[in-house]
């Protein structure tokens, strides 16, 4: 099966204008992604989709850069449009903030892909903050490894330990935290991407529930990698350090 890493890489963030460009230690933010990319032997390619020039310039220079409109309404669109000219079995849509990413995660969503329209990746929920935490996402998943929901609310609700404090919650139960990676076939995206946006992906702000309310299955491969990402400028500092110790060791 050929697959495609795609890392949709947009300029404009309120939070962190230019992140793609910004340097980690040294190098382009968007450079230290491709570079992890390129170590899952799953990918025959990782290209870069971006809307903008400046970035495209200096991806150009590690990557395979396909430049797309600028009025995709996500990442998913963006790379719809990428696999409308590059032909490939599927494709991974890899996030363009995580120069930690595990080549090991690629290598399990893609493998999880097999037999399957989607697949994505989640890991257990170790740390209270990220339990609490509505911009972690979490999600359950059935007993033939298929993601049943995905929420910002830490689900599944437990009822006999509701009145609980937090921290016995999370010990109570295996939650799981999302991680935003997928794996597509590329009938399913360019059909995912012709359906409006659903009830459900309005209420979450989740645009994978886009899929399991048109009834696309998403195959969940659980792995123990963590995602680390550069969400504001205060988490470079934080990286650049994570990445001197994976360095070493």
Known sequence: MKLIGVIPARYASTRFPGKPLHLIAGRP???RVV????LAKSLSDVVVATDDARIAEVASKFATVELTRGDHPSGTDRIAEVAGRIAADGYI?????EPLMDPAVIEAVAAALVGQEMSTAATP?????EFENPNVVKVVVGATGRALYFSRYAIPFLRDHAERPARERLAAFPF?????IYGYRRPTLLRLVTFPVSPLEAAEKLEQLRALENG??????RVNHDSVGVDVPGDVARVERLLGEFSLG
């Open 125 to 129: 929920i170790k740390e209270l903050s």
């Open 35 to 38: 570079e992890r990319c390129r």
């Open 216 to 221: 696309i299955a998403i195959a969940v491969a």
């Open 176 to 180: 799981l935290k999302h991680l935003g």
């Open 29 to 31: 933010l968007i450079q």
């Open 93 to 97: 849509n890899i996030q363009g903030d």
